[in-house]
């Protein structure tokens, strides 16, 4: 029995050293999965940027070819433009610097006669073509080719015609021509659809660059425009809709610093606060239009102002023969045709396309 003991403790012992061995061994393991963990958790992380810089990638070359793309539309759409109504600058150009020319007497009548013509071939469909055409014929005395070209750019534009001799005369002072082509003007508008130009021909006549007649007539007819959107159901919600989003722009802020306490305890703050933003609302939209009613009148900044003599005059003035002098176009008193006495381009005296035949101009 004594014998066994050795053994079996030296057996014992052997089994307890392979046990520590094992041990070692599957620590060391342990430390080399855990070193693969970390690695692979690493390379997951950097294949997740790598996955997230492809997609950054590719959205923004995305990005770049939409660019790209429109930005080649533009340039095609640009040169159709170009193409189709180009040379209309052109004619706005030359309208300029007509009129610059009436002003300053430094062109020749048959040179601006010449221009007008050439450009009235050149755009055969553009309204302001035929329009210099009159305004040249209009300072050479010709009544009856500018009564004719009067009518072609009314047949082709009824709104932009009224509104240039709206303009033009009422630069040169003739108040009652200018307030017959503006009523021709007002008349070729859409209520529902009103251009970018009207904003300031409706400020001109609110600071008076039109005189009280010319109010007068805005007054009316914007009456008439009421009580016809007033009658569209669709258009008095979209007014409507208009207005509830202006009120509610201006609504103040949260009050939660005002009422803390109340912001705190009460489950219906969320609603309290919109009430009352909305309420505040209602004294910074007063200040806002009372500061535009309350504004000072007077006319627009680049504005001529009428002489008395020319708006009071119960006829328009006669209409220049020459234009070397610069007095025919800018005095208080042009001089006198040499053949006759006419007034300004007459306002069709219908809406829509001038008739074939008009009645004179004299």
Same mark, same amino acid.
Request: glycine share 6%; net charge neutral; aromatic share 6%.
């Given at each position: #029995?004594?014998?066994?003991?050795?053994?079996?403790?030296?057996?014992? &012992?052997? *089994?307890?050293?392979?046990?520590?061995?094992?041990?070692? &061994?599957?620590?060391?393991?342990?430390? &080399?999965?855990?070193?693969?963990?970390?690695?692979? &958790?690493?390379?997951?992380?950097?294949?997740?940027?790598?996955?997230?810089?492809?997609?950054?990638?590719?959205?923004?070359?995305?990005?770049?070819?939409?660019?790209? %793309?429109?930005?080649?539309?533009?340039?095609?759409?640009?040169?159709?433009?170009?193409?189709?109504?180009?040379?209309?600058?052109?004619?706005?150009?030359?309208?300029?610097? #007509?009129?610059?020319?009436?002003?300053?007497?430094? +062109?020749?009548?048959?040179?601006?006669?010449?221009?007008?013509?050439?450009? #009235?071939? @050149?755009?055969?469909?553009?309204?302001?073509?035929?329009?210099? *055409?009159?305004?040249?014929?209009?300072?050479?005395?010709?009544?009856?080719?500018?009564?004719?070209? +009067?009518?072609?750019?009314?047949?082709?534009?009824?709104?932009?015609?009224?509104?240039?001799?709206?303009?033009?005369?009422? %630069?040169?002072?003739?108040?009652?021509?200018?307030?017959?082509?503006?009523?021709?003007?007002?008349?070729?508008?859409?209520?529902?659809?009103?251009?970018?130009?009207?904003?300031?021909?409706?400020?001109?006549?609110?600071?008076?660059?039109?005189?009280?007649?010319?109010?007068?007539?805005?007054?009316?007819?914007?009456?008439?425009?009421?009580?016809?959107?007033?009658?569209?159901?669709?258009?008095?919600?979209?007014?409507?809709?208009?207005?509830?989003?202006?009120?509610?722009?201006?609504?103040?802020?949260?009050?939660?610093?005002?009422?803390?306490?109340?912001?705190?305890?009460?489950? @219906?703050?969320? @609603?309290?606060?919109?009430?009352?933003?909305?309420?505040?609302?209602?004294?910074?939209?007063?200040?806002?239009?009372?500061? *535009?009613?309350?504004?000072?009148?007077?006319?627009?900044?680049?504005?001529?102002?009428?002489?008395?003599?020319?708006? $009071?005059?119960?006829?328009?003035?006669?209409?220049?023969?020459?234009?070397?002098?610069?007095?025919?176009?800018?005095?208080?008193?042009?001089?006198?045709?040499?053949?006759?006495?006419?007034?300004?381009?007459?306002?069709?005296? $219908?809406?829509?396309?001038?008739?074939?035949?008009?009645?004179?101009?004299?």
């Amino acid at each position: #029995m004594n014998q066994v003991d050795p053994l079996l403790h030296r057996k014992l &012992q052997e *089994v307890g050293n392979l046990v520590s061995h094992l041990g070692e &061994q599957v620590r060391q393991v342990s430390g &080399q999965v855990a070193g693969v963990d970390t690695r692979q &958790q690493q390379a997951q992380t950097e294949l997740q940027q790598l996955r997230a810089d492809f997609l950054a990638y590719v959205q923004q070359a995305g990005r770049a070819s939409v660019v790209q %793309r429109a930005e080649t539309r533009i340039g095609v759409i640009k040169d159709d433009l170009d193409h189709e109504f180009g040379h209309h600058k052109t004619v706005r150009r030359t309208a300029v610097g #007509m009129l610059q020319a009436f002003d300053t007497g430094l +062109v020749t009548e048959e040179t601006v006669r010449g221009v007008s013509e050439e450009l #009235m071939i @050149q755009t055969p469909r553009y309204w302001l073509a035929p329009a210099l *055409v009159a305004l040249a014929s209009w300072a050479a005395d010709d009544p009856t080719l500018c009564s004719r070209a +009067v009518d072609e750019a009314f047949r082709r534009s009824p709104a932009h015609t009224s509104l240039l001799f709206t303009l033009v005369l009422r %630069r040169q002072g003739r108040q009652e021509a200018a307030h017959r082509w503006l009523r021709h003007y007002l008349l070729a508008q859409d209520p529902a659809a009103l251009g970018r130009e009207f904003a300031v021909i409706l400020e001109a006549l609110a600071q008076g660059a039109f005189g009280p007649a010319g109010r007068e007539l805005l007054a009316t007819t914007l009456d008439q425009w009421q009580r016809t959107l007033l009658d569209d159901t669709a258009a008095r919600d979209r007014q409507v809709a208009l207005w509830r989003a202006e009120i509610d722009s201006l609504a103040a802020p949260t009050a939660r610093a005002d009422h803390p306490r109340l912001a705190q305890l009460s489950p @219906q703050w969320p @609603q309290l606060d919109a009430i009352l933003g909305k309420a505040r609302a209602q004294q910074a939209l007063l200040d806002r239009y009372r500061a *535009v009613t309350e504004r000072e009148p007077g006319p627009p900044p680049g504005w001529r102002t009428p002489s008395t003599t020319s708006s $009071t005059s119960s006829s328009a003035p006669t209409t220049p023969t020459n234009c070397h002098s610069a007095a025919t176009w800018s005095s208080s008193t042009p001089s006198s045709p040499t053949t006759g006495t006419w007034t300004p381009p007459a306002a069709p005296t $219908t809406r829509g396309p001038p008739p074939s035949s008009r009645p004179s101009t004299t």
